[in-house]
């Protein structure tokens, strides 16, 4: 007996997440992916990844000096890569900044719960 994948049924709301320049490539590896697809498309919310990508190779020189070289590189249907600017939000808002915890405010969380309503 064969073991068959179970059929899940189908998102009917887009994603929101909150991304910032701490997210590195789990999330921005899946966006990439994410963004070919028609709906429901994730909304981001915050401000640019980091804009890691790639894979790095890192070498020594024999002077003991490290150099780090990326081995890969995501691209767009378009051509273009997030590597260095990071991919933008869709709803920029201000994250983890000294006035949002002087304030006790999550402005990228509350810009996905409006959304969601």
């Known amino acids: 007996m064969a073991n068959r994948p179970r059929r899940l049924g189908r998102i009917r709301s ?25 709906d429901p ?3 981001r919310i915050g401000a640019n990844t980091q804009g ?19 081995n890969e590189e995501f691209r ?15 709803v920029r808002t201000p994250v983890f900044t000294d006035e949002e915890f002087a304030a006790d405010r999550d402005s990228a969380f509350d810009a996905a719960v409006a959304l969601l309503r």
Request: aromatic share 8%; no cysteine.
């Open 52 to 70: 890691v990508f790639s894979d790095v190779l890192v070498r020594e020189l024999p002077n003991g000096w490290h150099y780090i070289v990326p």
């Open 41 to 43: 498309r994730p909304v």
């Open 76 to 90: 767009t249907p378009d051509w273009r890569s997030f590597d260095g600017p990071g991919i933008p939000p869709h």
């Open 14 to 38: 887009a994603a929101r997440v909150a991304v910032d320049r701490q997210t590195l490539p789990g999330l921005p590896e899946a966006g990439p992916e994410r963004r070919g697809r028609r």
